[in-house]
């Protein structure tokens, strides 16, 4: 593949101009990324941090604290503010480890799977209709883009993300 592009662009040599417009498209992105799922928890007093655990917990049934705590990259302190949030409003569900008692497997009951259904189907919405705009090159190359941007250490956990999912 050839790092010339139609009007002369090289993506070796991309110039601060030329950088500072994909910053500032990455930050209307995620601003329109993130908004279906903020208008659906506007009334219910969850934010991002809820709609992150509850992707992940979905996304692993049985995670453990640990486990969601390294991949969210928060504090302990913030994860188990909500946690209990979403365990008091019957969303998560904490069961105690079968092998080591002092581990807690996070799993979503009916009422959270709905929700994290919901939130997922309005992004994927987004996303979907933004891939088919783009192409599959455009998006094999976003992706590159996006995995070549990650901190080697969380590209190995999102691919090990990936690869549990195949």
């Known amino acids: 593949m050839s ?3 139609p009007g002369g662009e090289s993506l070796l040599f991309l110039t601060d101009e030329q950088l500072r417009k ?3 498209a990455m930050f209307f992105a995620y601003r329109g990324f993130t908004a279906d ?3 659906i928890l506007e009334g219910m007093e969850y934010g991002r941090a809820h709609h992150r655990a509850l992707h992940f917990i979905h996304r ?3 995670t453990t604290v640990t486990n969601l705590l390294s991949i969210l990259g928060v504090t302990k302190q913030s994860l188990n503010r909500v946690l209990r949030t979403l365990i008091e409003d019957g969303l998560v569900e904490n069961r105690v480890g079968k092998r080591d008692k002092r581990e807690r497997h996070l799993f979503l009951t009916v009422k959270g799977a709905e929700l994290e259904r919901q939130l997922s189907d309005a992004q994927r919405a987004r996303m979907r209709a933004a891939y088919r705009a783009a192409g599959p090159v455009a998006v ?3 992706r590159t883009v996006l ?3 990650m901190d080697p250490e969380l590209r190995q956990q999102y691919q090990s993300l990936r690869e549990g999912s195949a």
């Open 60 to 62: 692993s049934p049985g």
């Open 3 to 5: 790092d010339v592009r």
């Open 37 to 39: 799922p903020d208008r």
């Open 22 to 24: 994909g910053i500032e």
């Open 147 to 149: 995995e070549a941007m």
């Open 140 to 142: 094999q190359g976003f």
